[in-house]
C-alpha cells in the first residue's frame, strides 16, 4: 500500500507547514523590497542586469520556503548583497557609457529607409520573418512605410514610421496570395526579396546591397 503521508509531507512533520507559511510571508515582504529598492525598472521589461538580479534574489528566497534546516538569516543577506550590487552597478554604468554598453549591449538598427540591415540582423539573431511579424503586428504592410526599426538594448523594437511612404517589399506572408493581390503594386519598380532594396524594373542581375538575385514587385499604401 502506497505511503500517501510520505508522498504529501516527504520527511517533514505536520508542524512545518505552519512555519513554511511564515517563512513564506517573510521572504515575499523581501523579495518585494528588495524590487522596490532596485528601482521601478524591476516591474518593466527587464535588462540583463536586472534579470540577473531578479534570479539571484529568486534563489535566494527559494531554499528557506522548502528546507526546516535552513534560517532565514542567510536569504536576508543575500537579498541585500543583490540589491547593494544591482545598485552599484546602475550608479556605475550611469556614469560610464562604455560600462552600460558593455553590461547592456547597443541599440541596433534592423531597418533604415525600407531596407533590412542583414549584418544586425544576423548579429542580433533575428530571423527575416521575426522582423516581419514585429511590423505586421504595428499594421504595417511593407518595409517602405519604415523609416527606421531599432532593437533596444533589452531586447524590445522601437518603430519610427516614414512621413511620406515609398514603395517597398510586402510584409504579408507568401502563402497569403489573397492579401498580397489585394496590395497595390507601384509601377516600374521591384523590391529584392531579401533586404527590401526598391529599384527600377528591369532590375539589375544582382541587388546591390546585399547581392541576392530575387526580386518581387514593390507594392505601395494608396491613400
Excluded at 534560517?71 to 552600460?100: F, T, Y
Amino acid at each position: 500500500m502506497a505511503d500517501y503521508l510520505r508522498i504529501l509531507m516527504g520527511e517533514t512533520p505536520w508542524s512545518f507547514l505552519l512555519e513554511a507559511s511564515v517563512r513564506m510571508v517573510v521572504l515575499y515582504l523581501i523579495l518585494l523590497s528588495g524590487l522596490r529598492l532596485m528601482g521601478k525598472r524591476m516591474a518593466g521589461q527587464l535588462s540583463r542586469t536586472e534579470q540577473a538580479a531578479l534570479v539571484s534574489m529568486a534563489a535566494a528566497v527559494g531554499l528557506p520556503i522548502l528546507s526546516p534546516e535552513r534560517g532565514l538569516l542567510a536569504s536576508l543577506l543575500i537579498g541585500g548583497v543583490v540589491v547593494l550590487m544591482q545598485r552599484l552597478v546602475v550608479h556605475w554604468a550611469a556614469r560610464r557609457p562604455r560600462v552600460e554598453h558593455l553590461l547592456q549591449a547597443h541599440v541596433i538598427t534592423l531597418v533604415a529607409d525600407g531596407v533590412l540591415c542583414l549584418p544586425a540582423l544576423e548579429h542580433a539573431v533575428l530571423s527575416r520573418e521575426r522582423v516581419f511579424a514585429q511590423l505586421r503586428g504595428d499594421s504595417l504592410e511593407h518595409l517602405g512605410q519604415v523609416h527606421r526599426l531599432y532593437m533596444e538594448a533589452n531586447g524590445t523594437f522601437s518603430l519610427v514610421e516614414a512621413k511620406e511612404p515609398a514603395p517597398g517589399l510586402s510584409l504579408v506572408p507568401g502563402w497569403d496570395e489573397e492579401f498580397r493581390q489585394l496590395q497595390p503594386v507601384a509601377a516600374g519598380k521591384v523590391a529584392c526579396g531579401q533586404c527590401g532594396q526598391v529599384q527600377a524594373a528591369p532590375p539589375a542581375a544582382a541587388c546591390p546591397t546585399c547581392a541576392a538575385s530575387q526580386w518581387a514587385p514593390a507594392v505601395e499604401i494608396i491613400a
